[in-house]
Structures are given as C-alpha cells and as structure tokens.
C-alpha cells in the first residue's frame, strides 16, 4: 500500500499569501511539499520560507503527522512602509494515515526555509521477500 494512497492532506482556511487586509490576524496556510517513498521510508520535503527552528512543531501519531511554525516580520523601528506584501505568517501542514509509519524513528530537518522528514515505514507494510520452497 503506498502512503499516497493513505495521504488526507487536512485543508483549512487560507489567506492569499500576498494580500493581507488585517494585520490584526495572522494568516493560516498550507506550504507546498511533497512525498517521495523508499523502499523503507516516505521522505516529505515541506517549504516553509522565514519559519526559524525554534517556531516549528513536528508531531506524528497513529492517524496524523502534523508540522505547524510561524513566519514572523519585524518592521524596523522608524521605518514607514509605502507598500507591504510581507506579513507574519503560520504555516500548517496535517496529514492523515492509516498506522503506516513507525512513529518512534521519525526524523527532521530544517535547512535554508526547507523541511526534510524522514518517516519510516511500519514493519508491517514492508516488502517482503518470500523464501518458495
């Protein structure tokens, strides 16, 4: 079974990641990523541009993998702006699955605004070979 076919990315409401209105709410939005499978793990590459390490949260359980951070923009003290398109951000990305994954050895990183999480496969759902005698 291959985790596409398990993959129920969870949509939200989303701000048009140019335009924002109301600076009194931050934005939710889904990053761009995707899934490529091994024959032992997924490999998920999330974009996630201006969120720092120490905002990002990646948790997984038997149903989910979720990854949420904030992208955050400090304007400059005395600093008028004449036109912005730049804002604070947070970013969420859940996916659902059927238990496919061994939740204990998941591993991320985080390098230059780009989200690399390695999920292994569940034993269960490995290939195996079959001896025929």
């Known amino acids: 079974m291959s985790f596409l076919n398990t993959l129920i990315p969870t949509i939200r ?38 969120v720092a390490r120490d905002s990002l949260e990646v948790t997984s359980d038997n149903t989910e993998v979720r990854i949420s951070g904030r992208c955050a923009w ?12 730049s ?23 985080l390098r230059d605004g780009v989200l690399q999480v390695t999920l292994p496969k569940a034993e269960a759902i490995k290939p195996r070979k079959i001896t025929v005698s």
């Open 13 to 50: 409401q989303s701000s048009n990641a140019c335009a924002v209105a109301d600076q009194s709410s931050t934005p939710v939005r889904r990053p761009a990523y995707q899934v490529k499978e091994t024959e032992d793990a997924y490999q998920l590459t999330v974009q996630l541009p201006g």
């Open 74 to 85: 400090a304007q400059p003290e005395g600093w008028t702006a004449i036109h912005r398109e």
């Open 87 to 109: 804002a604070e951000a947070a970013y969420e990305l859940v996916l659902t699955h059927d238990n496919a994954l061994n939740n204990d050895a998941i591993a991320a990183e």
